[in-house]
């Protein structure tokens, strides 16, 4: 109903890769520069770093978030609890997180972009990623979910709150389905080489959201980094296409923030949307004059085929 009424049919998002400790007010500078229209970040700020988060809740531009495994390093695992820096009785760090960000933050969530006519959906928050449902006790006591059949409810519920038939989801680990080399935007590169780690509850939303017939232009998520654990001599691959119109991104390029011998650039991943269909995505290394230093194109649209399809 309300997806063909949106205001602005060319939209620009910034996608940001695990930041890892790595982002300063210069970031939010270089959004502004590069003409965004959204941000999306895909976790994993940092150790429950808890400033980080709240620079990122700061920042005066349309945005949504979610968590990674990182956001709850202190407080998932039992030996993540052994050295954790703060006193667990009297603070949590995680709950701040949540706090700061409020409806910002879309795991297990989502939210409405009226101005772009669309909705961005959030899979499950905190994923470590694969197969195995891990930190039973951090998900049955934070989000009440205790298995990957009720997450993927939990997702849908989301969904179905949305208030456009256009859907972009946004997670931390990818969904199951893309591939299961090592290179595969979600694939395990660790020995045993080889396997999806992909996460089977997004998966299973994403194939749930197109039964009932919504469009989904963009699928994005890090997690995954782009160098690879086992060899030098390639890298992940970041960008995946289906038939039917979907494009899957992984922004995880880490570190995104690298020195030079001038200054240091940063990276965003920038998706152009046209029509509720992306045109083209691409990685951007910015230095610090805001300039874009460098741009590697991952997808490109034909004009053409964007006229068929809009």
Same mark, same amino acid.
């Not at 300063?24 to 939010?28: C, H, I, L, M, S």
């Given at each position: 109903?309300?997806?063909?009424?949106?205001?602005?049919?060319?939209?620009?998002?910034?996608?940001?890769?695990? /930041?890892?400790?790595q982002w300063?007010?210069?970031?939010?500078e270089a959004l502004t520069r590069l003409g965004v229209d959204l941000a999306l970040f895909v976790g994993d700020f940092g150790n429950e770093s808890v400033p980080i988060v709240r620079a990122i809740a700061a920042l005066d531009i349309p945005k949504a978030v979610t968590f990674g495994n990182h956001d709850a390093w202190f407080t998932?695992?039992?030996?993540?609890?052994?050295?954790?820096?703060?006193?667990?009785?009297?603070?949590?760090?995680?709950?701040?997180?949540?706090?700061?960000?409020?409806?910002?933050h879309v795991g297990?969530?989502?939210?409405? *972009?009226?101005? *772009?006519? *669309?909705?961005?959906?959030?899979s499950r928050p905190f994923s470590w990623g694969g197969s195995e449902w891990k930190y039973a006790d951090f998900y049955s006591d934070r989000c009440d979910v205790s298995s990957f059949v009720e997450s993927?409810?939990?997702?849908?519920?989301?969904?179905?709150?949305?208030?456009?038939?256009?859907i972009i989801f946004l997670g931390h680990n990818g969904p199951k389905g893309l591939g299961d080399r090592p290179e595969d935007p979600?694939?395990?590169?660790?020995?045993?080489?080889?396997?999806?780690?992909?996460d089977p509850d997004f998966a299973d939303a994403i194939a749930q959201t197109r039964k009932m017939g919504k469009t989904i232009p963009l699928v994005t998520f890090g997690h995954m980094h782009h160098r690879l654990r086992h060899t030098q001599t390639q890298l992940r691959k970041s960008l995946h296409t289906t038939n039917d119109g979907t494009v899957y991104l992984n922004a995880a390029r880490v570190p995104r923030i690298v020195p030079t011998e001038t200054g240091q650039l940063r990276n965003f991943s920038?998706?152009?949307?046209?029509?509720?269909?992306?045109?083209?995505?691409?990685?951007?290394?910015?230095?610090q004059n805001f300039a /874009?230093?460098?741009?590697? /194109?991952?997808?490109?649209?034909?004009?053409?085929?964007?006229?068929?399809l809009a």
């Open positions: 109903m309300f997806g063909h009424n949106y205001q602005k049919s060319q939209i620009k998002i910034a996608v940001v890769g695990d /930041v890892h400790e300063e007010p210069a970031d939010g998932a695992t039992d030996w993540g609890r052994k050295t954790c820096p703060y006193n667990r009785r009297s603070e949590d760090w995680v709950q701040s997180q949540l706090d700061i960000l409020g409806e910002t297990y969530g989502k939210l409405d *972009f009226p101005q *772009f006519g *669309f909705t961005v959906v959030g993927t409810d939990r997702i849908m519920a989301a969904v179905k709150r949305a208030s456009f038939d256009t979600c694939g395990k590169d660790w020995k045993p080489l080889g396997g999806d780690f992909g920038l998706v152009e949307l046209e029509g509720n269909t992306v045109t083209r995505a691409s990685l951007v290394w910015v230095d /874009v230093a460098s741009e590697e /194109v991952l997808y490109q649209q034909h004009p053409e085929s964007v006229a068929t």
